[in-house]
């Protein structure tokens, strides 16, 4: 069977990655749209693509739309782009299908689990999927899109989807702001933040393999109130991370 061909609307982080895994595995990129016409150029050169500054220039050539745009950017562009007919899809995790059924008779959700950054080439074979279509046929063209990049696909729901991206800002934005805080109290010693990396990655690596509840460690678990008081003395310098201290070491105790 012959592959759709892609456009690309947006020339963020979601963009130049989707765009590289599509060309490796085989699609061909026909035009990318993107207000910023330095990284839409930049992204063009990458997949050997046609490049647009203006939305209304595009040619129509590709068959299935990747909006891949900020959540609060997705319906403005929808209502402006001007091929109504074609499978228009986005790709967030938290906004539901229905601001694309509002602009299209065809419309999917093509949502990747993972955080991405342009400069970081990805196994996309290992990231999860999740796709949601307006019809049953328009489920089963992005189902087909997504299992040419990775094994692990998923059908979920616009709530259940939500539910899904709540968590993973706990599981990465939230965990990678601790890593941030970590880092502010190393540097007031003048201590490396290299010193964190392998436990770092050794918790990473057993939350692959058990229930996090069921690793947990530190002083908050065992209820040493004598080194959670420590703890919270030395955080007196700074508001915010001793009140952060105090609610997570209270979210252990109550939910162990």
Not at 78 to 86: D, V
Not at 98 to 110: G, P, R, T
Not at 192 to 211: E, G, M, W
Not at 215 to 235: F, N, S, Y
């Amino acid at each position: 069977m012959k592959k759709p061909c892609i456009g690309i609307i947006g020339s963020g982080n979601m963009a130049f990655c989707l765009g590289k895994g599509l060309t490796q595995s085989g699609y061909n990129i026909t035009e990318i749209y993107s207000r910023n016409t330095k990284e839409g150029k930049k992204l063009s050169k990458i997949i050997s693509s046609k490049s647009f500054s203006k939305i209304e220039e595009l040619e129509g050539t590709a068959d299935i739309y990747l909006f891949c745009l900020q959540d609060d950017s997705i319906q403005t562009v929808a209502k402006q782009f001007p091929f109504k007919n074609k499978l228009c899809v986005h790709t967030s995790g938290s906004m539901s299908i229905s601001i694309l059924k509002k602009e299209f008779d065809n419309c999917a959700v093509f949502y990747p689990v993972q955080s991405f950054n342009k400069g970081i080439n990805y196994d996309w074979s290992a990231i999860p999927i999740c796709i949601e279509g307006s019809s049953d046929n328009n489920k089963n063209k992005i189902t087909q899109l997504a299992k040419k990049l990775s094994k692990i696909v998923f059908n979920l729901n616009s709530e259940k989807r939500r539910d899904l991206h709540l968590a993973a800002v706990f599981a990465n934005n939230f965990s990678n702001a601790c890593f941030q805080m970590a880092a502010e109290i190393l540097n007031k010693s003048e201590i490396p933040f290299s010193i964190l990396r392998p436990l770092i990655l050794s918790t990473a690596t057993k939350v692959q393999l058990s229930d996090p509840k069921l690793i947990q460690t530190g002083p908050a678990i065992r209820h040493d109130e004598k080194v959670l008081k420590m703890h919270e003395q030395q955080l007196k310098y700074d508001k915010d991370l001793s009140k952060i201290y105090k609610l997570i070491s209270k979210y252990i105790q109550h939910k162990e």
